[in-house]
């Protein structure tokens, strides 16, 4: 009872606040509100005096075009923190953005979605960097699940449920049943490996160099894992012989084989999940299907080609960009429904009797 109205009085003084922390995106969410920043995981520093000149998509428009002076950077890759500093810099930025929606009193509870099968070391970062950041509070909880719950899949009942995430920097494909993941696998192949297959296909296949801004315009325009409707995007980068800008014509055909190697090697991690996965859990899986969430769902075909080569029905969630995020939300207003699925570190953890 008294937890109960301590509850309610930190409540009403302090915000909640849902992170789904990316390496290309990081999507905030403000209890009672909603989904209120969503921007891209990039810092610019200005090396001279240490002091960052942007954040978001302010410092996105800088990546590739900033003096030497001024770093754009991702503060995370393959999902975890690769730059303390400026990872908290980023955070404090954003909670604040988030919080210029409602003003409280104390710092906000804030929940962080993390990959599945981090490191305790990596948990610490994330869990340390958000409280310099000014949360009250932090509980972590590992992304494939704040994204079955952000979906609204029963994932405390005893049944099977299956959930692909394609973010950024990783994907995690996971089997969730009774508050727990019962297997999970994550690979670092997700949207930053296929812009990087589609940089290497066009730099070997038409001897021209470009950025990493217009390999993720040629994805989103042209990606696509099954044979569909032809299309074509011109691009223009630097010709490898000359050094002089050339323009050339990519098709889908080409993004398709450029990115051929990665999805390949995403189903046979899918394959492998479902091999390792118990005789009861799997039969859940078959009838109830699979579900794909992130940015990585959006490419043309994906869920059409799992269906082939698995036989069962697999659904691309609504809004999949939003799923980890809205879970982060659930989580929050559920806390002591959901402490099961949070993850614990192990100084955190009761002592052993």
């Known amino acids: 009872m008294k937890k109960k109205l301590f509850n309610k009085i930190y409540k009403m003084m302090s915000n909640e606040i849902g992170i789904d922390l990316g390496t290309a995106n990081t999507l905030v969410y403000l209890g009672g509100k909603g989904i209120v920043v969503n921007e891209p995981s990039v810092v610019a520093i200005n090396q001279k005096t240490g002091r960052v000149v942007a954040v978001g998509s302010h410092a996105k428009e800088m990546l590739g075009r900033t003096p030497p002076h001024i770093v754009a950077v991702r503060p995370l890759v393959d999902g975890v923190i690769s730059d303390f500093e400026v990872t908290e810099e980023m955070l404090t930025y ?6 210029e929606h409602s003003k409280k009193m104390l710092g906000p509870r804030v929940v962080v979605g993390v990959p599945s099968g981090i490191t305790n070391v990596e948990i610490r ?5 958000t409280r310099n950041a ?6 972590i909880v590992e992304e494939p699940m704040a994204g079955a719950i952000g979906i609204r899949l029963p994932v405390k ?13 990783t994907t995690d494909i996971a089997v969730i049943s009774l508050g ?14 296929l812009n990087s297959d589609i940089i290497s296909y066009i730099r070997s296949e038409f001897k021209i160099l470009i950025g990493e801004k217009t390999a993720e315009t040629l994805k989103i325009a042209l990606g696509s894992v099954v044979p569909m409707e032809p299309s074509e995007v011109s691009i223009k980068g630097r010709d490898l012989i000359t050094g002089l800008p050339r323009e050339v014509i990519i098709t889908d055909a080409d993004v398709r084989e450029a990115i051929a190697q990665s999805i390949d090697n995403l189903v046979e991690a899918v394959k492998e999940v479902l091999e390792t ?8 899986v078959m009838q109830r299907g699979i579900h794909l969430v992130g940015g990585g769902a959006m490419i043309r075909g994906l869920d059409e080609l799992l269906r082939k080569w698995f036989k069962i029905p697999v659904f691309i969630a609504d809004d999949p960009l939003t799923a980890i995020a809205r879970g982060t939300g ?11 699925v949070l993850i ?3 100084d955190e953890l009761p002592p052993k009797k």
């Open 180 to 193: 727990g993941i019962v297997r999970s696998k994550n690979l670092k192949i997700a949207g930053d490996k």
């Open 344 to 346: 614990q570190n192990e």
């Open 125 to 129: 970062a994330v869990r340390d960097a």
């Open 94 to 99: 954003l909670i604040k953005k988030a919080e």
């Open 134 to 139: 000014g949360a009250r509070e932090v509980f």
């Open 330 to 340: 659930i989580i929050l207003e559920n806390l002591e429904e959901f402490e099961e």
């Open 157 to 169: 009942e005893p049944v099977g449920n299956m959930i692909i995430d394609i973010g950024g920097g």
């Open 277 to 284: 996965t118990p005789p009861e859990v799997i039969s859940d």
